[in-house]
């Protein structure tokens, strides 16, 4: 079992960047692939961004490839999202997510949950 700890999240201006982290406890932590969705105001969680057991494979959803960067450290139960060029549409609540092995863009696929961190674009 793991569990999961989002921060970083806050106020940040239009342009601006931001690093979200997730801290997971346990001594297994890189037998789980992990993601990150998000959920807008009056909008479905949606799919971010995932990566695999070593950080070599990444996922993204298209909506924030080329913005987007996940990644892991394995030697600190860490996952990591930095968000480049925020605008307003970045504007919700970051979850990260862990299952066992395999990534998937699926919220349903994913076991292990954090209590999801707010993230405001101001203009």
């Known amino acids: 079992q793991v569990q999961l700890v989002e921060s970083g999240g806050g106020l940040v201006q239009a342009g601006g960047s931001l690093r979200l982290s997730c801290a997971a406890s346990?001594?297994?932590?890189?037998?789980?692939?992990l993601a990150w969705f998000r959920q807008a105001p009056g909008k479905e969680r949606e799919f971010v961004a995932a990566?695999?057991?070593?950080?070599?494979?990444?996922n993204y959803a298209d909506s924030v490839k080329g913005r987007f960067t996940i990644s892991r450290d394995n030697a600190k139960n860490t996952l990591y999202l930095e968000i480049f060029a925020l605008n307003s549409e970045d504007t919700a609540v970051y979850y990260c997510?862990?299952?066992?092995?395999?990534?998937?863009?699926?919220?349903?696929?994913?076991?292990?949950w954090g209590q999801g961190i707010q993230v405001t674009v101001s203009s």
């Open positions: 346990g001594r297994t932590f890189s037998t789980y692939a």
């Open positions: 990566i695999g057991l070593t950080g070599v494979y990444k």
């Open positions: 997510a862990a299952r066992l092995l395999a990534t998937s863009t699926l919220q349903r696929d994913y076991n292990y």
